[in-house]
């Protein structure tokens, strides 16, 4: 079962601090994730630029030019955020039993552990 799953709330636990252009700290909601590469995109973090170039499309309308968009970073760089205490914590799992329509069905639920310190 994923740890990490797109609408969660995440905070960047690495990399460079904000004082030097750095994402560390920040935090967003999980846009994509992307299983193969285990990465994840996060919004509002790690921006970069891409030049398109200049072209046109079928209507004879011109394209191109600088874009800004959020690329993926690893799935290890990011912890989720215990709604109670808004810091990055880690992820358990519980087995529980669920009741619908009368039938009784053993779902695994995620929950957040205990976070005492930052990470």
């Known amino acids: 079962m994923a740890k990490i799953k797109k609408g969660d709330l995440v905070q ?8 030097r252009g750095g994402d560390r700290g920040k935090q967003g909601k999980v846009l994509e994730v992307l299983t193969e590469q285990n990465r994840v995109i996060v919004e509002g973090v790690n921006y970069v630029t891409k030049h398109n170039r200049v072209g046109q499309s079928q ?4 394209t191109g030019g600088i874009e800004t968009f959020e690329a993926p970073i690893h799935i290890s760089n990011v912890a989720i955020v215990d709604p109670s205490t808004k810091k990055p ?13 009368g039938v009784k069905r053993t779902v695994r639920v995620r929950f957040a552990k205990k976070s005492g310190k930052d990470l």
Do not use: F, L, M, N
Request: hydrophobic content about 25%; charged content about 40%; aromatic content about 0%.
């Open 12 to 19: 960047v636990i690495s990399g460079a601090k904000p004082e």
């Open 89 to 101: 914590t880690r992820v358990g799992h519980r087995v529980e039993e669920q009741v619908k329509d």
């Open 59 to 62: 209507r004879g309308t011109k």
